[in-house]
């Protein structure tokens, strides 16, 4: 297994002792963590979708600055990928579970039992695989989109209406040779050998 596809627990919590602990329990089942004190500092590290690794975000509920919630809020607003997981005192049950309804993945309850935590944090690993998987796929097809030229573009629109050569010849103005010269190299560079592939890959995007 190549480090990208290592799994990293990242783990924002103003209490250090709580870092120091979490960090020492991942490593004990040999998951790597890294920790920060506070939302700021996570953010400034906070690598690019296509670099994040499998994993998940352990927030706190209560930090000084940008509490736990508002750091979710804006994960979940700039379509952050990895599983949250929120960290909650007795007193913040409620507040955990109107992030739950928010998106997070779960919450764990102070003081938990290490294999509580250990059992959520695999959950969200296996999640998370799922979930860059499935993004990394589509960056893949948005990519090929993207060399398509303007002529491409339109004549994979027309085809994809079910509209046939000729139809789609005559709205552009072009000969049915042409059309189908544009069709040949739209699917290869599509990376598909039929109209149904091609319109499963769209419709994968849309």
């Known amino acids: ?36 004190a506070d939302a700021d500092a996570f953010l400034a590290a906070l690598p690019t979708a296509e670099a994040l690794r499998p994993g998940a975000v352990i927030l706190d509920v209560r930090m000084p600055g940008t509490s736990g919630l508002e750091l979710q809020r804006h994960l979940a607003e700039g379509g952050f990928p990895l599983p949250i997981l929120i960290v909650t005192g007795h007193g913040d049950v409620p507040m955990a579970v109107a992030a739950l309804k928010a ?59 079910g509209k046939p050569n000729k139809v789609v010849a005559f709205e552009l103005d072009l000969s049915i040779k042409t059309i189908e010269a544009y069709r040949a190299s739209l699917m290869t560079k599509m990376g598909v050998g039929s109209l149904a592939e091609l319109a499963k890959l769209i419709a994968s995007v849309e």
């Open 103 to 161: 998106g997070a993945h779960d919450f764990i309850e102070k003081p938990f039992k290490e294999q509580h935590l250990l059992d959520v944090v695999e959950a969200a690993i296996r999640l998370s695989r799922e979930t860059l998987a499935q993004g990394a796929r589509r960056r893949a097809i948005e990519e090929r989109l993207a060399r398509l030229g303007k002529r491409e573009r339109e004549v994979m629109d027309g085809v994809l209406a």
């Open 1 to 36: 297994m190549n480090e990208a596809d290592q799994p990293l627990i990242l783990i924002v919590d103003d209490d250090e002792a709580m870092r120091r602990s979490m960090t020492f329990l991942f490593a004990s089942v040999g998951l790597e963590a890294k920790s920060f």
